[in-house]
């Protein structure tokens, strides 16, 4: 039983201590958006920019989002915000803002067509009604900073990209939010290396609901939404297939300059989110192990076995710490988030299992009211 203790330990070692060590030597090389300075090009020449929003009951922050938006320093750029099948205030503030502000068009949904997701439906058909030469996709829940467009148009143009993803900060009240955000991109950042995003020989790759901005050209170059209707990780199929079709990405870190505003707004709510993803028993039973192993499993190795090996797991959490307050410097939040590290891995465990006993239930994954069918259905 003692060799099984040195085992789960120096497997936890390896792997968050590699993380950590990986991420303190090569996260700097993640830019960060806040310290590019705007180099704008003579106002008639600058491109269109056309923001899509697919907005689903998004009263809580839509009118903030829009906004600050609204705001932008950048002069060329419009908002298209497209209500999909809101049951809320959605629409009456669309109408509202559209009225305000010039910029703003609104667009209502009323049915979702066979085998669309709603988001990628949502933003595949604003995408007809924009006129911009690149195409920014967004949630009705983000805030953006005046300077956010005009230097994310220079970033992109100085580092000739035809694709950039911004990882947000997470403001609010609710601290679960921002655990699970800060657990999702430090990992995406020391495990999938996004450092190697800019190189196109790289398959490291990025897609960020809160900010994905792309060229027309490379949209259409892709296939548009229509090529992964029915994958529920749109955002991050879109970039995969950036990387696919050869064209150009970065991935940076937007802290100071984007943010999601209570991404969920109650612990039921983050769990259901994971459910999006993980909604088979295959990946629900995966997805449970993978958590107790190497989530949970060095907390309780700390009581457990030989003294060498509690050493071991203890080492291992100092590496969960320090991997938690690196990205806290690059990225934002909290330094000390690494401590709710094991609360998320029981939110992930129970997302699988309700999840996958859900769509058993149902005979589809449900997300945000609506039932896909699991036969074609990929995440």
């Known amino acids: 039983m003692n060799v099984l203790y040195w085992i789960l330990g120096g497997i936890n070692l390896l792997m968050w201590g590699w993380a950590a060590a990986i991420y303190g030597l090569k996260g700097s090389k993640i830019g960060r958006l806040a310290e590019t300075k705007p180099e704008p090009e003579p106002k008639d020449i600058r491109p269109l920019i056309s923001v899509v929003i697919a907005a689903r009951n998004e009263q ?54 066979e085998g669309w997701m709603g988001k990628s439906h949502a933003l595949h058909e604003g995408v007809k009604l924009a006129k911009g030469e690149w195409l920014l996709f967004t949630d009705g829940d983000i805030l953006f900073h005046p300077e956010c467009l005009a230097k994310a148009e220079t970033s992109c143009r100085k580092e000739e990209v035809d694709h950039l993803s911004l990882i947000p900060d997470f403001k609010g009240s609710h601290l679960f939010s921002k655990w699970y955000g800060a657990y999702i991109f430090s990992s995406a950042s020391s495990f999938g290396m996004l450092w190697k995003a800019k190189d196109p020989k790289a398959p490291q790759t990025l897609g960020v609901g809160a900010f994905n901005l792309l060229r027309r050209s490379a949209y259409e170059a892709i296939g548009t939404h229509a090529a992964f209707a029915y994958v529920t990780t749109d955002d991050n199929e879109l970039a995969k297939r950036v990387k696919k079709f050869g064209l150009r990405q970065n991935v940076m870190y937007g802290s100071g300059m984007i943010a999601v505003w209570n991404w969920y707004e109650s612990l039921r709510q983050l769990i259901g989110s994971v459910e999006k993803s993980l909604f088979t028993p295959g990946k629900a039973v995966m997805t449970t192990v993978a958590c107790m192993l190497t989530m949970l499993y060095p907390w309780a190795g700390l009581f457990l076995g030989p003294i060498g090996a509690r050493v071991v797991c203890g080492l291992s959490l100092l590496s969960v710490f320090w991997l938690y307050f690196r990205y806290s410097r690059h990225a934002g939040g909290g330094a000390w988030y690494g401590l709710a590290h094991p609360l998320i891995g029981l939110c992930l465990i129970a997302g699988g299992v309700r999840g996958a006993y859900r769509a058993k239930v149902n005979g589809g994954m449900t997300w945000r009211g609506t039932t896909y069918n699991l036969n074609n259905l990929k995440s």
């Open 60 to 113: 809580k922050a839509l009118e903030r989002c829009i906004r600050s938006l609204a705001a932008q320093s950048y002069e060329r750029f419009e908002i298209i915000v497209v209500d999909d099948r809101s049951s809320d205030g959605t629409g009456e503030i669309i109408k509202r803002m559209e009225a305000e502000f010039p910029q703003v068009t609104g667009f209502q949904i009323t049915e979702l067509p």
